[in-house]
């Protein structure tokens, strides 16, 4: 393991100064927004669409930045605030209105309370301080929280203030996520008024991607990194197709190694386990088919099949794997709900409870890849080399190897 003389560049939140190979996108997004006093009335939102990986989310924070910044140089009477919110990790329409708000007044507890007055609350208090703000709704993904009242409401503030208030300071919108769910974004708007056309990212190229993991290693280390580690992880992220997140998080697992083992919070009543016996295929079908929230159980299903076939290894019947699910319920790690939906007129849904990195988890023996694995391209959600310990701390140490 290499020495790390700056290892908050590493963190998943990190925005660099540049964002290499998405310069235009920044730009771009910039013009739309026009600060400091734009010509178009508002709303004033844009959109930054992209799979996950493609920078989305660099973009769009970066642009929020660098706007915030042209306005703090306009010299205006009140200092411009910045919010940024992961979506993803949002309860539906009330948490990401309620997170909004808790970003105003940490004290503020959601629950209880409709939509409509939490909405309401957060634009009184963005008017009671008048302060220009931007805010970055990040992570937006297909068949995640309703985005429609809350842009509805940025976009008619007066429904929400005090009678006899009108307007609101300057209010910025950035979005990023995948072009679906942006899509699905501007439905909700009833054709009020368009975010669209949005700014539209490819995937990174090979050499894109070997110059942002060499970018980041160089400022972690504080030094050139080594052409061999840039080199091999940029390879094993181009062959999990996860794009830029991939490739700086096995850069993370690299160079500061496994995450700190944490204790599960289970539900009250119920036996906390220390370790769990489970599949990375499983680990890793469920963090990528629930981002943080939720999943149907037919994703994970899906996406198990294919990690543990990149293992050398047969799929999981279905009452295998939900054996597993009800083993990490008993955990408190997910929950288990069946809503109404589906081709049976149910859908099954795993909600995650707890982080995927504080899950303490150890290989099933039955997730061991058998002899003659092709160990020399890596797998779809990773496995320990060959050699190393088969048990693993975490869940994330089991599926960096």
Known sequence: MLPVAHAEVLARDWLPPVVLGRERAVAELLRRLDPPSPRAPPPWVVAVVGERGSGTSACARRAARELAERLRASGGPRAPRYLALRVAGARGTHGVASALLTALDEGFDGRGFPVAEILAGFLRRLRREGRPTVIVLDDLYSGGPELGPILRAFGEPDRFLPEGESGLPPLWTVLAGSPSALAQAERALSGRWRIAPFVALSPYTTQELRAIVDDRAERALGREPPVELVGRLVHRAVEEGGGAVRAIDLLRRALLGPSPTLRPRAPAGRRRLLSISIESSVVRAIEDAARGAEAVVGDVR???????????????????????????EQAGYVRREVRTGGLGGTRSLVRVMTPIDEWVVSPNPRGIPRAGAPWDVPPVGGAPAPGSPLAAPTARDAEAG
Do not use: D, N
Request: hydrophobic share 45%; aromatic share 8%.
């Open 302 to 328: 899906r996406l198990e099949a294919r990690y543990a076939r990149a293992l050398g290894l047969s799929p999981l019947p279905p009452t295998t794997l939900w054996r597993r699910i009800v083993r990490l």
